[in-house]
C-alpha cells in the first residue's frame, strides 16, 4: 500500500510539475518569439517520461481506489464514490485533451494557433492540479 502510494505520488510530481514547466516557463517564450519549436522540443524530451508517469498514475489510482472501496460500490452516492468519480471524470477529460491535441492541434500547429494551444496547456495543468486536489480529499473524507 505504502510503496504503490509512493509511486502514484512519484507520477503525480512528474505530471503535474512537468505541465506546469511546460506552462510557465516554455509556452511564454514559444508567444513571446511567436515560434512553435520550443514547445515541440519539450513536448518531444517531456513525453518519455509523461507518458508513464500518466500510465503510471492510472494503474497506482485504480488500485489505491480499490483499497479504499470495492469495485461495486465506486458509483453509490458515498463521499469516497464521489472522489472516485470525480478522479474517472478527470481522467476522462485528460484523455480527450489528449486526442484533441495529438489529432487537431499538433498537426497543424503553426505560430498563429500557438495561443490555441496556450489554452490548451492551461486546460491540462488545471486538470493535473484538479487530480492532486481530488486526491487529498480522499484523506479529508470528501472534496472540499
Ligand atoms: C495524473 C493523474 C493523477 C494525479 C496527478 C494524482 C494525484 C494524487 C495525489 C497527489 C494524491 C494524494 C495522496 C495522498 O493521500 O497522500 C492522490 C490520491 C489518490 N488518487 Fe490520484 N492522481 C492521479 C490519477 C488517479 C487516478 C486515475 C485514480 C483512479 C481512480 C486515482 C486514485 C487515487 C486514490 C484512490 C487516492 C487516495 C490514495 C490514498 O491516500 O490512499 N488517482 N492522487
Known amino acids: 500500500m505504502r510503496h504503490v502510494l509512493f509511486l502514484h505520488l ?19 517564450g514559444a508567444l513571446r518569439g511567436r515560434d512553435v519549436q520550443p514547445v515541440r522540443a519539450f513536448e518531444q524530451l517531456y ?10 498514475q492510472i494503474v497506482t489510482g485504480v488500485w489505491l481506489a480499490g483499497q479504499w472501496l ?5 458509483f453509490d452516492g458515498s463521499p469516497i464514490a464521489h472522489l472516485i468519480q470525480a478522479k474517472l471524470l478527470l481522467l476522462g477529460f485528460t484523455a480527450l485533451l489528449g486526442v484533441h491535441a495529438r489529432l487537431a492541434l499538433i498537426p497543424k500547429l503553426n505560430a498563429q ?6 489554452v490548451h496547456i492551461v486546460l491540462i495543468t488545471l486538470t493535473a492540479m484538479a487530480f492532486v486536489w481530488v486526491g487529498a480529499g480522499f484523506r479529508f473524507g470528501g472534496l472540499f
Open 70 to 74: 470495492p469495485h461495486s460500490q465506486w
Open 47 to 56: 513525453e518519455r517520461v509523461g507518458i508513464p508517469a500518466l500510465l503510471l
Open 10 to 28: 512519484l507520477g503525480a510530481s512528474v505530471w503535474v510539475g512537468g505541465h506546469l514547466v511546460l506552462l510557465f516557463s516554455v509556452l511564454p
Open 113 to 118: 494557433r500557438l495561443p490555441q494551444l496556450g
